[in-house]
């Protein structure tokens, strides 16, 4: 067995006290699973950035065993090559052993949050995103002000001052989404009829980012449901499904978060809780595992897990019965991470696609390669999330694609930073809809 590059015998004795609290440290057979061939290291972002061991899926395995065995503590170099981590989840993938490194990052990330005392800057930045993004009314508010600024971005002054602004700060301003008030405070109707015969009954999760600054790809949703003969129900009292919390390791308000979309939509007689963003689908199909030691939760998460399904499997499992108009144009699929990776859901969205006569699907080079969205990774690593970005956009524009499509709004604005305006950036279900209502595919 091969270790690490210049690291010493993985199979250490245990030499002091775990590095982990007792809270879900890593599970010993979960880190012994990896064996330290090197397949994850041409799928891993960071690794093909900067070629340095730990910062690769098994280097990591390799800091988390030692941290396990009492050799290093979770301070400095642990801290940051796990923050470096981008949680796309290529690795698991491509992983021959079956290494389960979503668990194990799913462990150590809140181990982190919990016993590292960040660096001031760094720690009011992360309160600052978490103070306003799994909020959909304090995201509204701020739209307002972003919608002002959208039309003052233009003006040679307003972007001279902008250029100025320090890493972080620029990262964010040059990822905000296309804003408009009418959009961020529309609400979707509670109940929507299908279409002729019904199929199914199901009920939409509309996300705090994606209802606010997406709100166009939940409207497609619906009537794109509808038409293809499914009642959808949009429950009012739902709030933030916790993902972002999540893959950051704050696990006790995505947990609490969890639970209270469990007691929303297991009240609701749906045969699937559908969602349409990646992020949130991955983390609501994992609550079953993540609440699986709380005995009040553990069965209703477990129920509920069961029931969630990405919108394109909803669609994918029956024949189309909508009609379809001709969309003559050359479509670039991009692999969300959390839907490919996480939930294996890679066929679904292309077989959606494939259903829009004139539609030809291409795939992108590198399509495993992350983009460098990934939650909040680029606002808090801006450069490395920059060079995935760049990366991306070139592999894009090398299949000459009429229209980009992918199901993340966090893709969906890293794309279209790097990518430009000249290519339309939409959503799978918009160009579906705009196929089945026989409207011209929108721009954005």
């Not at 320090?166 to 929507?192: D, K, Q, W």
């Not at 409207?219 to 999540?246: I, K, M």
């Not at 606002?379 to 009429?402: Q, W, Y």
Request: glycine share 8%.
């Amino acid at each position: 067995m091969s270790t690490p590059a210049g690291s010493a015998d993985t199979n250490l004795p245990q030499t002091g006290p775990s590095a982990f609290d007792d809270r879900r440290p890593p599970e010993r057979e979960l880190l012994d699973d990896c064996v330290h061939c090197g397949f994850c290291l041409p799928t891993c972002p960071t690794y093909q950035l900067w070629g340095e061991e730990m910062d690769s899926p098994r280097g990591r395995i390799y800091l988390m065993d030692l941290a396990k065995k009492g050799e290093i503590g979770l301070e400095g170099a642990f801290s940051e090559h796990i923050d470096a981590c981008l949680g796309c989840m290529a690795c698991v993938t491509a992983c021959p052993s079956g290494v389960q490194y979503d668990r194990l990052l799913e462990s150590v990330r809140p181990q982190v949050e919990r016993n590292v005392e960040r660096e001031t800057g760094d720690r009011l930045f992360r309160e600052a995103i978490f103070a306003l993004f799994p909020y959909k009314r304090r995201l509204r508010v701020a739209a307002l002000p972003g919608a002002l600024y959208q039309k003052l971005r233009t003006v040679p002054a307003i972007r001279r001052l902008a250029e100025k602004l320090p890493g972080r700060l620029a990262a964010m301003e040059s990822l905000l989404p296309p804003v408009s008030v009418r959009e961020a405070f529309a609400t979707l109707p509670v109940y929507t009829p299908a279409h002729g015969t019904r199929r199914g009954r199901v009920a939409l999760l509309t996300g705090c980012v994606q209802d606010v600054f997406f709100h166009r790809v939940n409207e497609a949703t619906v009537r794109v449901l509808a038409a293809e003969g499914h009642d959808v129900l949009v429950p009012r009292d739902q709030q933030c499904c916790g993902a972002l919390e999540l893959h950051a390791g704050r696990e006790d308000p995505a947990l609490a978060r969890a639970k209270r979309e469990i007691a929303v939509f297991e009240a609701l007689d749906v045969d699937h809780v559908v969602t349409n963003v990646a992020g949130c689908g991955s983390s609501m199909k994992e609550y079953g595992h993540l609440l699986s030691d709380d005995p009040e939760w553990a069965e209703r998460a477990a129920a509920f897990s069961e029931r969630v399904r990405d919108v394109h499997e909803v669609l994918a499992a029956h024949e189309p019965v909508a009609p379809r108009h001709e969309v003559r144009a050359r479509v670039a699929y991009h692999d969300a991470c959390h839907l490919g990776h996480a939930q294996g859901v890679r066929e679904q969205p292309r077989a959606v696609l494939r259903s829009v006569p004139g539609v030809q699907v291409v795939d992108i080079p590198e399509a495993a390669l992350c983009c460098g969205s990934a939650g909040i990774y680029n606002m808090v690593m801006p450069d490395a999330a920059a060079e995935l970005g760049v990366r991306k956009a070139g592999n894009v524009r090398s299949v000459d694609p009429d229209v980009v499509v992918t199901a993340n709004p966090g893709c969906l604005l890293q794309i279209g930073k790097h990518l430009g305006r000249d290519v339309p950036l939409l959503h799978p279900v918009q160009l579906l809809d705009a196929s089945i209502r026989g409207v011209p595919v929108p721009r954005t």
